[in-house]
């Protein structure tokens, strides 16, 4: 199960009832974090989740509205008596404006790594994550992620007996490791049926539409987007700021092939997005208006 919550959905500036820019996700005792605006603290304490178990940071990019909460967040978790490294990802020159941050935070009890982004995509391995960045279209440089567990195959009990593999060694074929006895070698694939639907979710702000984030997002079980602007009367300040309005959204997750799509990241002058969910709807029906501590568990289907 994968647990995820849009912190904060607020672009720009916070607003009494709408924190700036943050999501965080928890599977299997690790919790990342995409982007940390300022409040984001406070939604995670309002949610009720810990900042202890936070491992993994993704930054999409460097405006304050998406990472001005971090020093205070990071001295928390230095109060919480966390010792375990953080991995910090971001686009290049993360460490550099990481370190700038901390000149208020000097002193921390972990150790920070970090990753930089610089090619068009990257694909990580993170704390059971399959972790994909790509870059959009902002005024600066700007990744979404897509954020995946991967599920494999079940184990055939039958052709493990067949074959007369030794139970001892079932379990080393099902972490995908080869055994090799008296001269005899065992592979995964001799008793691991193929590859499960995992899980996807996928997390895109600060874009105009691109034919990227429909090719990154496919297939998500989660599609979060920004939708700053309703108001057709907005659409040159789209343009020239390069955000997305909500009805474009929408057609990136229509031709993505999500289940689901959260609005989020609204211009302080988009009061009630809910008002344009109508004609969202009409290019894809399953869109939603994201909001402070809006959540869901997401589930292995089974097969």
């Not at 995820?4 to 916070?14: D, E, H, T």
């Not at 939603?288 to 997401?298: A, H, P």
Request: glycine share 8%.
């Amino acid at each position: 199960m994968l647990d995820v919550c849009l912190l904060g959905c607020s672009g720009m500036m916070p607003l009494p009832r709408r924190w700036l820019t943050a999501l965080m996700t928890r599977y299997n005792g690790s919790s990342l974090l995409i982007d940390c605006g300022e409040g984001t603290q406070i939604a995670i304490k309002n949610k009720g989740w810990s900042f202890k178990p936070i491992d993994t940071i993704l930054f999409t990019h460097f405006h304050a509205d998406h990472i001005s909460g971090l020093p205070g967040l990071l001295l928390t978790m230095g109060n919480a008596d966390r010792t375990e490294d953080l991995t910090i990802v971001g686009p290049e020159g993360v460490e550099k404006v990481v370190n700038s941050l901390r000149i208020i935070a000097p002193e921390l009890p972990f150790k920070i790594n970090f990753i930089e982004v610089k090619d068009e995509s990257e694909e990580l391995s993170i704390n059971g994550y399959k972790i994909t960045a790509f870059k959009v279209n902002h005024n600066v440089t700007c990744y979404g992620y897509s954020v995946e567990i991967e599920r494999k195959g079940k184990f055939d009990v039958e052709r493990a007996e067949s074959k007369k593999i030794p139970k001892k060694y079932w379990n080393s074929l099902q972490k995908g490791e080869t055994v090799t006895v008296d001269g005899e070698t065992f592979t995964p694939d001799m008793v691991m049926g193929p590859d499960r639907k995992g899980l996807k979710v996928t997390y895109c702000t600060d874009t105009r539409p691109t034919r990227k984030i429909p090719l990154y997002a496919k297939e998500s079980d989660l599609f979060i987007c920004e939708g700053m602007y309703g108001e057709k009367e907005k659409k040159a300040n789209a343009l020239k700021n390069k955000h997305m309005m909500i009805n474009e959204a929408a057609d990136m997750a229509r031709q993505a092939g999500v289940k689901e799509m959260w609005l989020t990241h609204y211009s302080p002058s988009l009061v009630r997005p809910e008002e344009y969910l109508k004609e969202a709807r009409k290019i894809f029906p399953e869109t939603y208006t994201g909001k402070d501590g809006k959540s869901v568990d997401l589930n292995f289907s089974e097969e």
